[in-house]
């Protein structure tokens, strides 16, 4: 009895000795499973990393997500509408599509226009439709670079934002009045982004540096955020290359000047970025400011703009902006666009920074543009009047026996080499002022050379009256 209670306690012994084993061994299996986890998730881009998980904590966009802004509450009370994301990279439009759905438990497809066509499209649609017979789920399409589509594209998701399929989030960094058919644009609301502010920036910066556990002196974190130029994504990725590099102890000082050295402004020749900084230069000139004119101009061209472009445009400022006031300035223009060709950049620069600072100090004056935009509205709008028969040309022998060209007056034969009088106009059209110089620069002078002229026409009128009325 005594034997087999032994035996019987050392079973028990042994048994719980192998239980607590396989428990120590369990344990340490889900140790090693959590620690492989968490360096999985280490091991994802730290862009990732940072993405919020609150509306509290998305940086940025105030403007869109603060206390009172209307899309936040339109967030908080789960009534998600189609919209339309436009603005520049890296601040946020992607990072905002994912709270939507994780906000309202919506199912998120996120498709690029770059890389898909109708034929995806239709099969996420699909998806979308089965999703919400069979588990009663939304589903948010979400399909970045929208403007690649073209308008037949968009116009494919319409049917299916009308009967609630989807809720269509499209972003863009193109201006959607022109990259987005209306249709389109009257089912989703627009929501413009804006370029992460240096507050939202050093925010970022510091969460990253958390995650990170760098170290960023003031001074460097000022120097990424500069490079930045508004992107949080740029930062991230600096921020990156520098985790990387400080790993082969290479100083931090160093590694920002390799990427400064390799950083690029903000800019999308031909785009939005394009056109409105043309349009600063163009106003700045016109408003007679050289300072602001010349660093609209350094903008363009730091930022990799068409020179090309840029003296056409600036040519076309010395005509539209100036005119007549300065006919220098077009000769200017022209002769500076010839120098950047022939020396390049960045010697060419030099001169058509020259013909900015010159145009931007000119005397100004619009009046041969509005004379022409008037004529030429005229001309679409008014029949096709004939030449008067004075003016015809009369080459042969024919068109003199017709009588074409009877009448004309050769101006050098007559006094002052002015036919007082003549009349040039259709016959049958009113006469009409196109031409009004403005009192500034040569179009001061101008106006009275063109003054004393009407004087002249004014005073051969009444001499032709005249002898009529005696006769």
């Avoid at 105030?62 to 206390?67: M, T």
């Avoid at 968009?154 to 399929?165: K, M, N, R, S």
């Avoid at 644009?185 to 992460?196: D, G, I, N």
């Avoid at 660093?295 to 100036?322: K, M, N, P």
Wanted: hydrophobic share 40%; aromatic share 6%; proline share 4%.
């Amino acid at each position: 009895m005594d034997t087999q209670s032994s035996d019987s306690q050392a079973l028990s012994n042994q048994t719980s000795d192998s239980e607590a084993s396989d428990s120590e061994a369990s344990d340490s299996e889900a140790s090693d499973s959590q620690a492989s986890d968490n360096q999985a998730a280490d091991l994802r881009p730290l862009a990732e990393r940072l993405r919020p998980q609150t509306l509290d904590a998305f940086v940025g966009q105030s403007h869109l997500l603060g206390e009172k802004a209307a899309l936040r509450h339109s967030i908080e009370n789960q009534q998600i509408h189609s919209m339309i994301f436009w603005g520049p990279p890296g601040c946020g439009k992607t990072t905002l599509a994912n709270l939507l759905a994780a906000q309202g438990s919506y199912y998120l497809v996120k498709l690029s226009a770059v890389v898909i066509g109708i034929k995806e499209v239709r099969q996420a649609i699909d998806a979308a439709q089965t999703r919400a017979t069979q588990q009663g789920q939304k589903t948010i399409l979400f399909l970045d670079e929208v403007h690649r589509f073209n308008k037949a594209q968009q116009d494919a998701f319409l049917p299916f934002i009308e009967d609630g399929t989807i809720i269509f989030i499209g972003a863009t960094t193109e201006n959607p009045s022109f990259s987005l058919n209306n249709a389109l644009l009257s089912r989703a609301r627009v929501y413009v982004f804006k370029p992460l502010d240096e507050l939202a920036l050093m925010a970022l910066l510091q969460k990253a540096c958390e995650i990170l556990a760098v170290e960023m002196p003031e001074t460097a974190a000022q120097q990424l955020i500069a490079l930045a130029d508004g992107d949080g994504r740029r930062l991230i990725n600096s921020l990156e290359i520098i985790q990387g590099q400080l790993a082969a102890e290479l100083p931090m000082a160093d590694v920002i000047e390799q990427i400064a050295a390799g950083s690029i402004r903000q800019f999308d020749n031909q785009g939005d970025t394009f056109y409105d900084q043309i349009s600063a230069l163009q106003k700045s000139i016109r408003g007679s400011n050289p300072d602001a004119a010349i660093y609209w101009f350094c903008r363009l061209v730091d930022g990799g703009a068409d020179i090309q472009h840029l003296a056409r445009r600036l040519t076309v400022i010395a005509s539209e902006d100036i005119g007549n006031a300065d006919p220098r300035a077009l000769a200017v223009a022209m002769n500076g666009w010839q120098a950047y060709e022939r020396l390049g950049a960045p010697e060419g620069h030099i001169c058509l920074a020259q013909v900015v600072t010159y145009l931007a100090s000119a005397a100004k004056s619009n009046a041969s543009y509005v004379a022409y935009k008037e004529a030429l509205s005229d001309v679409k709008s008014q029949p096709s009047y004939p030449v008067p028969n004075h003016l015809v040309n009369a080459p042969t022998t024919l068109m003199k026996q017709l009588e074409k060209g009877r009448g004309y007056r050769y101006a050098h034969d007559e006094p002052n080499a002015y036919a007082a009088g003549e009349r040039y106009l259709p016959d049958a059209m009113p006469t009409k002022t196109y031409y009004r110089p403005n009192p500034r620069g040569l179009e001061i002078k101008i106006a009275e050379k063109l003054d004393k002229l009407k004087q002249l026409d004014a005073a051969f009128l009444n001499t032709q009256t005249k002898k009529s009325t005696d006769e």
